[in-house]
Each structure stands twice: as structure tokens, then as C-alpha cells.
């Protein structure tokens, strides 16, 4: 056993504690000194650092120890870029690890790495980049990256331990530290009723060349695409499926490079889903949009090589390369709708991913009869994703709740 209780002579009454490791190579046992304390709960904590600290002393045995923990991490990030592993988005965001790392760890060897140095690390970035504590927040990434890279260097051997453990926010961070993250404003059933009605009316009064926007936001209020789904949109992806007609999609657009990038968020480049359906008079305004499309474009002499809906008309160098409408340009032509209809939000912290959220939270409001898987597959999530993310209190349901309530408690009141 590794703690005995003394039993006699001076340290009678105490707790010895030795850990007896075992040679990789020759199986034989390794001699560690052993330590007596005072009480078996001390005893656990000190077993616990004796295998921690020969762990350590096996790092700084082998090559990797040595060398620079804020090079291998750099090293391990070019290459999974290089092997094509990343979407760029994803690079970028561990660039920025990359960064931090190399401006508080320096010269650190991999060897000098502990708990406590990346505890530290944490607490330095939030001191001097105003970083919030909270899940999903700038740190809780940079912490996610590092406990990625460290389980990587233990698959390979190099490391026994994680140095970054599990919910490390709550183990770097009092409870007083963390922020409460705001929620996001979803919008009503009614509020989306009164946003749509404001946008087809602002269609008639515009040159189509201006439609894109408001379509792409149609869309998004309809069936709650991500924006970069929207913006890759085909023709062709509107399909009949019974008597609905929904969007088969497959791909999404690049913002930061400009093109498509031949797969949904995280999915293989071969995997397509059905969305939600289109409501009738966003299905009518596509046809009428789609046909003013194809005679624009005839005119111009203008082919639309991506087949895209939202194929950019205002820009005809962007139009030649079959560029789509920008996600700024809908964010804008949201807020200034959000504040014409009285929308109670901060129209500036409402965009189109506010559409997405909304229409989540508002289908799976409506009954329990909702199945979450189904709708889950029909927006490109995995049901988790779906209820950790996405699903917010419907506030029209919210109050609704309050009145059967104060109803209830009325009549058992006048019951009494």
C-alpha cells in the first residue's frame, strides 16, 4: 500500500507515504524516498504531488522538456494548419493562443509547465486584456487550446498529466470573479411578423437590385440558416419536399477569404441537410426575385457561375465574380428594421444571428410534441448544441405562464 499508518517509534500515529513506479523498460520498481505526515488526508494530498513531481522529473528527462513550450505550441499549430485540418476561422483563433502564449511564457521549457504556471497565465491575460470570466468566454477558449495541445503531447507520450484540468475557469477563478454572460434578445413570434411585413413592404418601394438584403433576412426569419449558409445559397437548393418548399443545403461562405468553403460548420464537405420550409409569401417574392435576377443579368451580359440567390447586383465587379450580398450589409438592414418596428432589444446588439436564435427557440417553444432530434438535423446541430446554444425562453410564453398562474392561484384563493 502506498500510505501506511506508524504504528510505533517516534512517529507513531503518523501516515508514511511512497509511490513504487515501475521502469518502462525493465519493469523493475523505482526507488522514490518517502515522506511522513500527520494525517491520512495530508497523506492523500502528498501522494498525489509525489506522482505529480515524478511525472515532471520524467519530463525534464526527455528532449522535449528542454525545448520551449511557446515554440512546440506554434509548431503544433502551423502544422495542423499546414496538414489541413483547420477552417481558417479556426486557425486564426488559435493564432491568437499562440500569440498570448509566446508574450507570457517566453523562454519557459515544456518542463517548467505546471497547473499553477497556466493558472497564472489565465488570471494574467484577464488583468491585462480586460477579459471577461465566463463560459465560452476569450480565456475559456484560450484555456480550451492549451488542455487540447496538452492531451495531444500525452497521446505522444511526452506528457502523464494535463496541465490545464477540467473546468479550469472554476479552479483558476473565485465565483465573484466570473461576469454574467448577457443574454442574447430573441425576437417574438410578433415581432418577427412585424419585421417581415415591414421588409416586403420596403421591397415595393425598392429597384430589385436592392432586394438582396431584405431576402437573405427573409430567409433567416423563416427558417433560421446560419448567415454564411444564406450567403452560399443556390437556386437549386430550393427544393419541394411534400407539400413545403425548403432549402437543401451543403455549403457555406467564406467571409475572410471570399469563396465558398465546400462544406457546412463542422460537417464533411458530403454532408447536406433540409432546412425548415418557407413560408408562402417569401417563396413568392423568390420567384419574382428570381426571375428579375436572370433578365439583370441577361442585360449585362453577366453570368451567375455559383448560381448563388443572393448574388451580390449592386457591385458588378462582385457580380462578375460571383460574389454574394455581405453579412454587413444584412446586419445593417436589420437593426434599421428592428428600430422601425419598436423591436424592445438594442437594435446595435441585433443581427442576423438573432434570426437564428429566435426561430430556434420560437419552433421549439411551440408544442412538446417537437422532436428536438429532428430539429436539431433540420438546422445543422447536434441536439446538445441545440439546448445548451440556441433554445431561449419564448418571452410571448413567459408571460403567457404568469397568467395561467395568477389564474390558478386566484381560483384556489376564492376555493379557500
Avoid at 526527455?62 to 489541413?84: C, I, L, N, W
Wanted: with cysteine.
Amino acid at each position: 500500500m502506498s500510505i501506511l499508518k506508524i504504528k510505533s517509534g517516534k512517529n507513531k500515529g503518523c501516515y508514511r507515504v511512497r509511490i513504487q513506479p515501475l521502469d518502462e523498460n525493465t519493469g523493475k520498481k523505482i526507488s522514490v524516498p518517502s515522506k511522513v505526515v500527520s494525517s491520512y488526508a495530508q497523506a492523500k494530498r502528498v501522494e498525489k504531488q509525489l506522482w505529480s513531481d515524478f511525472l515532471e522529473n520524467k519530463v525534464s528527462a526527455t528532449p522535449e522538456g528542454a525545448k520551449k513550450f511557446a515554440d512546440m505550441f506554434s509548431e503544433f499549430v502551423e502544422q495542423r494548419h499546414d496538414d489541413g485540418n483547420w477552417q481558417h476561422a479556426t486557425y486564426v483563433d488559435w493564432k491568437y493562443t499562440v500569440k498570448l502564449v509566446k508574450a507570457y511564457f517566453g523562454d519557459t521549457k515544456l518542463k517548467n509547465i505546471t497547473e499553477e504556471r497556466i493558472r497564472d497565465f489565465a488570471r494574467w491575460y484577464i488583468k491585462n486584456y480586460q477579459g471577461k470570466v465566463s463560459r465560452n468566454s476569450t480565456v475559456d477558449r484560450r484555456l480550451q487550446h492549451l488542455r487540447q495541445y496538452f492531451a495531444v503531447l500525452i497521446d505522444k507520450g511526452i506528457l502523464k498529466t494535463n496541465k490545464v484540468p477540467r473546468n479550469a475557469l472554476h479552479k483558476f477563478f473565485r465565483t465573484d470573479e466570473f461576469q454574467v454572460i448577457e443574454e442574447k434578445y430573441i425576437f417574438t413570434p410578433s415581432e418577427v411578423k412585424d419585421m417581415k411585413s415591414e421588409m416586403i413592404q420596403e421591397l415595393k418601394d425598392l429597384n430589385p437590385t436592392f432586394w438582396g438584403s431584405r431576402i437573405g433576412l427573409l430567409i433567416a426569419l423563416d427558417v433560421g440558416m446560419r448567415p454564411q449558409e444564406i450567403q452560399a445559397l443556390r437556386w437549386n437548393n430550393l427544393i419541394k419536399e411534400g407539400k413545403y418548399h425548403v432549402f437543401e443545403i451543403s455549403d457555406s461562405w467564406s467571409e475572410k477569404l471570399h469563396k465558398l468553403n465546400g462544406h457546412l460548420k463542422s460537417r464533411p464537405s458530403n454532408y447536406s441537410h433540409k432546412t425548415l420550409n418557407l413560408s408562402d409569401e417569401v417563396f413568392d417574392l423568390l420567384k419574382k426575385y428570381h426571375s428579375f435576377q436572370n433578365e439583370f443579368l441577361k442585360e449585362k451580359g453577366i453570368s451567375n457561375k455559383n448560381n448563388f440567390i443572393l448574388l451580390n447586383l449592386r457591385d458588378q465587379n462582385r457580380t462578375i465574380l460571383g460574389m454574394p450580398i455581405g453579412q454587413a450589409n444584412m446586419n445593417n438592414i436589420i437593426k434599421q428594421v428592428a428600430r422601425k418596428v419598436n423591436i424592445k432589444g438594442d437594435p446595435d446588439k441585433i443581427n442576423v444571428y438573432t434570426c437564428r436564435h429566435s426561430k430556434i427557440s420560437i419552433v421549439a417553444n411551440i408544442s412538446e410534441d417537437i422532436s428536438l432530434p429532428i430539429l436539431a438535423n433540420r438546422f445543422g446541430n447536434s441536439v446538445k448544441i441545440i439546448m445548451s446554444r440556441y433554445l431561449h425562453a419564448d418571452r410571448s410564453r413567459d408571460l403567457a405562464m404568469l397568467d395561467i398562474i395568477n389564474k390558478d392561484m386566484s381560483n384556489t384563493q376564492q376555493a379557500q
